[in-house]
């Protein structure tokens, strides 16, 4: 089966500053790829999803992510967070073939405004 | 829509006892989801049903856990008898057939928190 590994257990941020979280997968044949957010007492939600065409693909609230087949990563950016950018974000994936969805252990991100 | 239901929101039991957790999924989705969350992880797949047949329940522990969804459509969860570890978010989700706008995509319900004590 397909894993996930999300590089940053907690991320820091001053707002108006960048972010990137780092996504890997591995699985070796076509998948498609995830982001969803959790905000504080909320839902999971979903951010963003990649499942073929430009790699390059835009989400809610000014995010995106970008998929580099050859170093099977999905890493996920905004150029400038804000505070209620603070949550916990999950990147995911699953074989292109079924339903099977796998997460990372999720990247928390605080936002100081 | 209202999205997926799940119930009870909070549940707090002694060590050995049973519990359950029920599951209303989307109207339609046929592919349904229990996924386990312990603090800080990402959810954990605990069970993927396809309409009434669950087509993996590999990292189920069928010791304690059983899981069911009669009909195709709702789905519950047991636990029994409970221990201390099993304390977590239960998450229940669930996306639109293969082939069906949308398909791929989860909707999470709002998960049921157990704490074992």
């Known amino acids: 089966a397909q894993s996930v590994s999300q590089h940053n257990h907690h991320v820091i941020l001053s707002e108006a500053a960048s972010l990137e979280l780092g996504c890997n997968y591995s699985y070796g044949g076509t998948v498609n790829l995830f982001w969803y957010v959790q905000y504080p007492g909320q839902h999971l939600q979903l951010l963003l999803k990649?499942?073929?065409?430009?790699?390059l693909v835009k989400g809610i609230k000014g995010f995106e992510a970008e998929f580099i087949k050859s170093k099977f990563s999905f890493n996920l950016r905004k150029p400038s967070v804000q505070w209620s950018d603070t949550a916990e974000y999950f990147c995911a994936v699953n074989a292109a073939n079924n339903n099977d969805m796998r997460f990372g252990a999720g990247t928390r991100l605080t936002v100081k405004p | 829509e209202a999205g997926v239901v799940q119930s009870p929101r909070y549940k707090i039991i002694e060590k050995k006892q049973p519990v359950a957790f029920w599951c209303n999924p989307i109207?339609?989705?046929?592919?349904l989801y229990w996924y386990l969350q312990n603090l800080g992880q990402g959810p954990e797949l605990l069970i993927r049903?396809?309409?009434?047949?669950?087509?993996?329940d590999s990292q189920l522990p069928k010791d304690r856990f059983s899981a069911e969804r009669l009909k195709g459509v709702d789905s519950t969860l047991k636990i029994q008898p409970a221990e201390l570890g099993d304390s977590a978010v239960y998450l229940c989700a669930s996306s639109p057939d293969r082939g069906v706008v949308g398909a791929n995509v989860l909707t999470f319900g709002a998960g049921s928190r157990l704490t074992v004590l």
């Open positions: 109207s339609g989705h046929n592919t």
């Open positions: 990649y499942f073929s065409g430009d790699p």
């Open positions: 049903y396809e309409n009434e047949e669950a087509v993996d």
